[in-house]
């Protein structure tokens, strides 16, 4: 059994101790640190961190921005909530690291809009970093300018993609558009722009002030580090967990103590549904989801009806640009309400199968490409309780 009481996040943190390492480096230096280090995006996709910082790095723009995604809108994940409320200081930190790893001068944090009581809170700690001088001017007499301004998203789950988000961040409607180019090529005021989620920002300081390889004593060999869990549903103890990447979803289960879970809903909605079978399996990049979300549903829990309330959010969720999703998610939700009287033939369930692939492939952002999971994993573990009702 993996030791999951190793932490980094809900670990010791000294406010500075990492900027001051980064501004003591060349940019290019920080960049290979956090490459090398394995850092992957926290924010669901997976992204190489490092990686996304030296695109933007080697883009000759005037302008460059770095970008906190703080809209964490998936259903079933609060964790940036605990990060932002508890320990913003890091997360400026991070952004401050990663604005002078690029070359920004000016960084943001889109802040979901449900959290605008997090906002005084945030604004008070940034004027604290201001008057201690690692943030604005002269960054610890560094020679680096570097400032934080705070967005705030109006509650589209959608804004949290990343196109989407500079959308509504240059004041357009909060939609996706089509990559490339990519954010770090053209993103906030067509400039290269790096985004990055909360807890991703919050492992830099770490990084930057303990070492690379420090970090990699962490996690599996592909999958580095700790990761956050937003742990809901059937459970004793619901809240957010620092686990090593790695760890069995059964360990996750014992330690938050699940009583006879029948499924567990990984990666939020936009994630897969599990049975039993696959309890002892790994939560990484390389196994089961890493994505933060983790909802328990106990023996009792009709799974008919929780495919059909991650339908009802996808529907209401989806920006209807694109006809597969708009389109695609309405169908998967009419064919659930059929289920559900029993006027479904096995035959259209077919089809929904096959329209769930076509969604996948054909969806213009990350909403629509994810929305069929839920569909696809609930009809094929929970086959006999959905179908044969
Ligand atoms: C519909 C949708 C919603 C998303 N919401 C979030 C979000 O709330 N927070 C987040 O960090 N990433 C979100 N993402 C992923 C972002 O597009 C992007 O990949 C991420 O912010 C990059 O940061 P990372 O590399 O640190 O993970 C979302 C993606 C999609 C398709
Ligand atoms: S996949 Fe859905 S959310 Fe994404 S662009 Fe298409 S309609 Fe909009």
Not at 193 to 198: P, Q, W
Not at 328 to 347: A, F, Q, T
Not at 353 to 377: D, H, I, R, Y
Request: glycine share 12%.
């Amino acid at each position: 059994m993996k030791n999951v009481k190793k932490n980094i996040l809900f670990g010791e943190y000294v406010s500075g101790v990492g900027l001051k390492e980064a501004l003591s480096m060349k940019p290019e230096d920080v960049i290979a640190e956090v490459k090398n280090s394995g850092l992957r995006g926290r924010g669901g996709a997976g992204f190489p961190t490092g990686l996304k910082w030296e695109f933007a790095f080697k883009e000759d723009s005037d302008e460059k921005y770095v970008i906190c995604n703080a809209d964490e809108g998936e259903p079933g994940t609060f964790k940036d909530r605990k990060l932002l409320s508890e320990q913003p200081e890091k997360v400026f930190e991070g952004l401050t690291i990663a604005g002078y790893a690029i070359g920004a001068k000016q960084g943001f944090v889109y802040l979901r809009g449900e959290y605008v009581y997090l906002l005084n809170h945030l604004e008070q700690t940034l004027k604290n970093l201001r008057e201690k001088n690692l943030l604005g001017k002269n960054i610890l007499s560094s020679g680096f300018d570097f400032d934080i301004e705070i967005r705030l998203g109006a509650g589209a789950y959608v804004c949290g993609e990343e196109f989407a988000l500079i959308e509504s961040m240059n004041g357009f409607r909060g939609e996706p558009r089509n990559k490339p180019p990519f954010p770090t090529q053209k993103g906030f005021r067509d400039k290269p722009t790096v985004v990055n989620n909360v807890e991703t920002l919050c492992f830099v300081p770490y990084i930057v002030s303990k070492g690379a390889e420090w970090f990699k004593r962490f996690g599996t060999d592909a999958s580095t580090g700790t990761k956050l869990f937003s742990v809901s549903g059937d459970v004793e103890y619901p809240g957010v967990y620092e686990f090593e990447m790695g760890v069995s979803l059964k360990e996750l289960l014992d330690v938050v103590g699940a009583k006879n879970p029948k499924a567990v809903q990984v990666g939020g909605a936009s994630g897969i549904c599990v049975s039993k079978k696959d309890f002892d399996k790994p939560l990484c990049f390389q196994g089961l989801p890493p994505g933060g979300s983790i909802i328990v549903f106990g023996e009792d829990r009709d799974m008919l009806n929780v495919l059909k309330n991650f339908l009802e959010f996808f529907v209401e969720e989806s920006c209807g640009q694109c006809t597969p999703c708009r389109e695609g998610n309405y169908r998967l939700l009419e064919g659930v309400n059929m289920l559900e009287k029993g006027e479904c033939s096995v035959r259209y369930v077919r089809e929904l199968l096959t329209l769930c692939e076509v969604m996948k492939s054909s969806a213009k952002c990350g909403l629509g490409q994810t929305s069929p999971n839920c569909f696809l994993s609930i009809l094929e573990n929970f086959k006999d309780e959905v179908l044969f009702r």
